[in-house]
């Protein structure tokens, strides 16, 4: 079975601080991709990041970074100096597919709330 | 290149009535899925659709269908509502089937309300 825990429903942080959003997963798939999504008030998803299986390279893409580490099964995502405008609420997913059927399970989502 | 587009935005149904959603994915996007969002079971998927074919089912009644058309517009159907079908329903499309890479590109969703 497939599964995804945000174990933090709700963060608040003040305007520049830096933040971490937990990611943990289930899963016996040997391969597979990891994603961050982010909802906004208006409630589209927006694709953020995607890992593989195979790549624990860690990196940064402007104000945002992310942990993957394979041993922990966790996925974190940490948003550098955040401002107002990412305050969303924030999804990690797992991408798994049977037999060619694919559908990505979701987290329970972390509200972000960033304070001026 | 437009993004997922969904009809309608809002939509207010009172319990035994049916509903239609549509869909339509962004240009050369074969693979259309639906999710349900509520804030009590989060997001679940709904299923997916590949040159019109139902590729994956997720754990839903027999209430909740769709269907894929030619053009890889897709419909969703919610037929006898219940006041728990009340939710927020994505679509999202992605290039193609079967991939776990394919990231998957979300509309604005549809807000449903049952009353």
């Known amino acids: 079975a497939q599964k995804v825990t945000q174990a933090q429903t709700e963060i608040s942080v003040v305007e520049k601080e830096d933040v971490t959003l937990d990611c943990v997963y289930e899963t016996r798939d040997t391969t597979y991709y990891l994603f961050w999504y982010k909802q906004p008030p208006s409630g589209e998803l927006v694709f953020l990041i995607r890992?593989?299986?195979?790549?624990?390279q860690n990196e940064i893409s402007g104000r945002y970074s992310w942990n993957f580490q394979k041993s922990t099964s966790s996925f974190n995502f940490t948003i550098t100096a955040s401002q107002v405008v990412d305050s969303a609420v924030y999804f990690c997913?797992?991408?798994?597919?049977?037999?060619?059927?694919?559908?990505?399970?979701f987290g329970s989502g972390t509200r972000l709330q960033v304070q001026p | 290149k437009a993004g997922v587009t969904q009809t309608p935005r809002y939509l207010i149904k009172t319990r035994g009535q049916q509903v239609t959603l549509s869909c339509s994915p962004i240009s050369g996007h074969r693979s259309v899925s639906w999710y349900q969002q509520t804030p009590g079971q989060g997001l679940q998927f709904l299923f997916e659709y590949f040159s019109e074919t139902q590729r994956n089912k997720g754990n839903f009644p027999g209430r909740f269908s769709g269907r894929q058309f030619s053009n890889s517009r897709s419909e969703m159907n919610v037929s006898t509502l219940e006041l728990g079908d009340s939710a927020l329903y994505l679509c999202a499309s992605s290039i193609e089937q079967g991939a776990r890479s394919a990231e998957q590109f979300f509309g604005p969703g549809t807000r449903l309300t049952v009353l």
């Open positions: 890992r593989n299986s195979f790549d624990e």
């Open positions: 997913a797992l991408s798994w597919t049977n037999m060619g059927r694919r559908a990505l399970t």
